[in-house]
Structures are given as C-alpha cells and as structure tokens.
C-alpha cells in the first residue's frame, strides 16, 4: 500500500463517492442525440499513455553512445524533476531537481529533459540517444507535432539551441512502465520538501540472492556437517564434548 501510494501520489487523486444514476438516464442521452447533430470530438493529440509507437527508430552511428532517460512528476506536495545518464559502460548517473515555480505537466517535463542536455553538455558527451515517456515533449521536439501552447515555445526553442551542441542526437518515445527510474527520481523529489539545494550521497542498489536472516554454513571446521550434534543428540541423547 505504501509503494501504491507514493505512484499515486503524482496524479492528484481524489476520491469521491459515485452517486446513483437511473438505468434510463443512458438511454434519454442517446435518444436527444440524434445523427444530424451529432458532432464528433476533436482531439489536437492522442492520449500519451494509450499511444503505441511501432515505427523503428533510426540506428544511431556505430560508435558509442550515451543514454539519456528523463521523466517530470508534479502533483499536490510540489514539482519535481529527474534524468538519468548512462555511459557507454553502463554507469548511470542520476539527477533531480525541485521546482519551487508553478509549472504543468508538460513544463515538468521540458524542464527535466532540458536538465539531462545540459549535464550531457556538460560531460562533453557527442553521440547522445534521449528517452522520454511524454509521447507530447518528444514529438515537440522531433518536430513531428506543432507547439500551440505558448508557455511551452520558449522551452522548445532552447532544446533546438541545446541540440546543436551534439555531434548526434535522437529523441525517442517509450512507455511509462520502461522509465521506471527517472519516473522514481522526479517523483520522490516533488515530495521532498527543501528550502535550498541539497546533497544527498548517491544511492548504490545493490541485489540481494538470500533473505537477510538466512546464514548459510556449508561445513563445520570439524568437517562434520553443521547438524552432526544435533543428530547425535537426537539419535543417542549424546551431547557434544
């Protein structure tokens, strides 16, 4: 319940209780909406979470690359921001940020993604490959959807000005489910409240194989196995010597 409730915490959910709806409230609805006056909804983009993108992305140059994964979280308690590098060798280096300004959702995400190009910058990094779950920011970006909201041109002008400080860089698109660590970063840092910046020692995850409790002994420095006394005990009521 505790993990349920720090995923949910992102989305601002209330919960209200359902009010009684007649069986033949339905049916008047459709009855009054006749074909003539039917008039189909307009949506300016899909729904991002429903979205699936099939296409094959291009194939970066051969050499190297660096990975860059960012995510926007914000919600009741604050706004928060997170990416992820990852080098060539497979060494991630994680990044988060508050954002103590009202922002949207969108702008959350503008903001993380324009943090991850920077700190690339900043690594003289040349070759890089973007991954984003906010299907709108990265189409935004690839130039294969229009910016119409105001608020959002300066941002998308400042990534075309990032941009050109790589050699070759893509943005791609992937679920929510596959940005699982950034989505974690942006999340937990939109509800840890500071007044000032922060340090806090990176964390290292380490994999554990065994329960904590479990203390495996394999052999005794007798060479007996470890329950040979308790055999024993249990066989002759001998105890050890």
Known sequence: MAQWQILLSEYDIVYVSQKS???SAIA?????????????LRFDFPDEDLMCITEKECESSKEKS??????????????GIGAVLVSPEGNHYPFTARLNFFCTNNIAEYEACIMG???AIERNVEILEVYGDSALVIYQIRG??????LKLVKYSDLVARLIKEFKE?????????ENQLANALATLVSMFKANRETEIIPLQMSIYDVPAHCFSIEKEPDGRSWFHDILEYVKNQKYPE
Not at 144 to 149: Q, S
Not at 169 to 177: A, H, K, Q, S
């Open 66 to 79: 660096w990975k860059m994964s960012f995510d926007g979280a914000s919600n009741a308690l604050g706004h």
């Open 28 to 40: 008047d609805f459709f009855a009054t909406r006749t074909t003539d006056q039917y008039d189909p």
């Open 117 to 119: 190009l920077r700190t």
């Open 169 to 177: 860089i893509t943005f791609n698109y992937f679920p929510r489910e």
């Open 21 to 23: 709806i007649k069986e």
């Open 144 to 149: 294969e959807w229009e910016v119409r909201d």
